[in-house]
């Protein structure tokens, strides 16, 4: 099998390392080296060309484990061979012929059976070949993971130095060191589990693909899906029943969601209360107007809306109630206000009218027929009586319209209400007793109108007596008001004579001495009358 590939073309150095790796002699016999490329082997410089180098005749087998270079090193000026193959390996010389170029290049052993094993190389980018020496000092070695002529063609499988000098670069003859294919800092030694995909390493994030992406020898263990894998609202929130997750990693083809029964992929189909498309709404484009699965409520008579179409109680009773009436409820309409319809009636409606307002407020087509308007009716007293009729008031109550006189001052002895206040004369005390006169000149007398001036009209009254003429001087000591001046007793008064016998006594009037001498009756009088004189005397002081 090829396993080392030095480049170069004219005064470079340049072979291939063909390795033995198996257990046993392989025969070299009419075996080939088959090199293809760009302007090869007379071919124009932009049409493909073959060279091809028999060595069979020059070694018959390759030992197992051994390895032989095939190849040219140019002499110099001095006669001496380039740089070259060490560790005494034998190089067969296959002339200047022998080239391998930078660009494009395809290397075969070809055995009468055919190919044998295959190299594809090119160290040029986009069709444009590296600038210098270094390029030409490229020795590309097969990483030691990649051994199998079936899948060793590639470049991918093969090492490249970082540098022409670096220590990574491969020497003929000694065996191939493991090489980071991939570029992820670890080779197949050192546990990368797919050298040719810098994706996998022993430090990679397991992923969902059906690939032991951290080389552990487990396949998608513990992945957890991303958010946004699977749809997560309605049914869709997982997890399923029997607790397993939604998403759930299916290997190479990543992860699948398991929906749950109920499920609906498209656009939802069932009314239920659920998000069954789990796109975040519940049964939208089935709900009725009232936001509800299944047929909308009939319109009852409840003060709802309850068929949801913007309007309360327009059942279908309503309209077959009649509220036609009289009065305030003209106009009215049928309302629901319970399960039956009525008629909505004004607040001025009244079962029996109590209110005088020119109104039919009981709806019987009769305004205020329960007030009595129009009959004859009276107001007033005395001179202000007048008769009128009865009529509405602004206070709702009826009122006796009519043309009353107006009071004017009481007068005395008429026998009139001149003031209109229900009563004759009154204020002048006509008929009451009265007194006139003081002390012992007082008498009882009557109250009467006093005489009117001419022309006029008595608005007084006075007492009808003439008071007594006083019988002489004051006296003293009898507590009386002899000269009826309103004083008893008062300084100037005159002494009382007293008589000396069985029948006086000290402080006695001379008034009973002069009483007959054996007339009880005569006595009996005398004392009612001084009595009676006190009285007086004493409702003289209070008396006009």
């Known amino acids: 099998m090829i396993n080392e590939v030095q480049v170069g073309i004219g005064a470079k150095p340049r072979w291939l390392e ?125 990483d030691p993971a990649h051994q199998n002529i079936c899948a060793n063609d590639a470049m991918a499988v093969w090492c490249q130095p ?33 050298d040719q995909n810098h994706n996998i390493s022993p430090i990679a994030i397991e992923l969902c693909n059906g690939k032991d992406d951290d080389c552990d020898g487990a396949t998608d263990e513990g992945v957890a899906a991303p958010i946004g894998t699977c749809l997560s609202h309605g049914v869709c929130a997982g997890p399923l029943p029997d607790g397993s997750p939604i998403a759930v990693c299916d290997g190479k083809n990543g992860f699948v969601c398991n929906y749950p029964v109920g499920y609906e992929s498209v656009h939802e189909t069932l009314c239920d209360g659920f998000d069954n498309d789990c796109d975040g709404q519940t049964d939208e484009a089935l709900q009725n107007a009232c936001g509800t699965c299944g047929a909308v409520s009939s319109e009852l008579c409840n003060g709802m809306d309850d068929d949801c179409d913007g309007q309360t109680d327009e059942v279908p009773d309503l309209t077959m109630v009649s509220c036609a009436g009289k009065g305030v409820c003209a106009g009215s309409k049928a309302i629901c206000a319970g399960p039956a319809p009525v008629c909505s009636l004004p607040p001025s409606f009244e079962v029996t009218e109590t209110r005088c307002d020119g109104l039919d407020n009981d709806c019987d087509g009769l305004s205020d027929e329960e007030f009595g308007l129009g009959q004859s009716c009276n107001v007033g007293a005395g001179l202000c009586a007048a008769v009128g009729i009865v009529a509405c008031a602004p206070s709702g109550q009826t009122a006796c319209v009519a043309a009353s ?86 300084p100037g008064c005159v002494g009382a004579a007293f008589e000396q016998g069985c029948n006086a006594s000290p402080g006695r009037p001379a008034a009973f001495d002069a009483a007959p001498a054996g007339g009880a009756l005569l006595l009996g009088l005398g004392v009612w009358a001084w009595l009676r004189r006190r009285r007086l005397t004493a409702i003289s002081r209070g008396a006009d």
């Open 18 to 142: 063909f390795a033995n790796p198996g257990s046993v002699a392989v025969s070299l016999a009419n075996v080939v080296v088959r090199i293809q490329a760009k302007g090869l082997g007379g071919a124009p410089a932009d049409a493909f060309g073959v060279l091809e180098f028999p060595f069979g005749d020059a070694i018959l087998d390759l030992p197992p484990g051994q390895v032989i270079l095939v190849g040219h090193l140019p002499v110099d000026k001095d006669g001496k061979a380039g740089p070259g193959p060490w560790f005494g390996l034998k190089l067969l010389d296959a002339g200047p012929g022998f080239v391998l170029p930078l660009c494009d290049v395809k290397v075969q052993l070809l055995g009468p059976a055919g190919p044998i094993d295959t190299f594809v190389y090119s160290l040029c980018k986009e069709g444009v070949a590296p600038v210098g020496d270094a390029a030409w000092q490229t020795i590309m070695a097969l």
């Open 162 to 194: 970082s540098s022409p000098n670096s220590s990574a670069k491969s020497s003929p003859g000694k065996a191939n060191e493991p090489c980071d294919l991939d570029g992820d800092g670890y080779t197949a030694a050192t546990g990368d589990c797919a």
């Open 405 to 490: 006189g107006s009071p004017v001052t009481e007068v005395c002895g008429n026998n009139q209400d001149d003031d209109c206040d229900g009563s004759t004369d009154e204020g002048f005390g006509v008929g009451s007793q009265c007194l006139v006169g003081l002390g012992a000149c007082v008498v009882v007398g009557k109250r009467v109108c006093a005489p009117a001036p001419e022309g006029g009209v008595s608005t007084v009254s006075i007492c009808l007596a003439t008071p007594t003429v006083p019988a002489g001087a004051e006296r003293c000591d009898n507590e009386l008001d002899d000269d009826c001046d309103g004083f008893t007793d008062e």
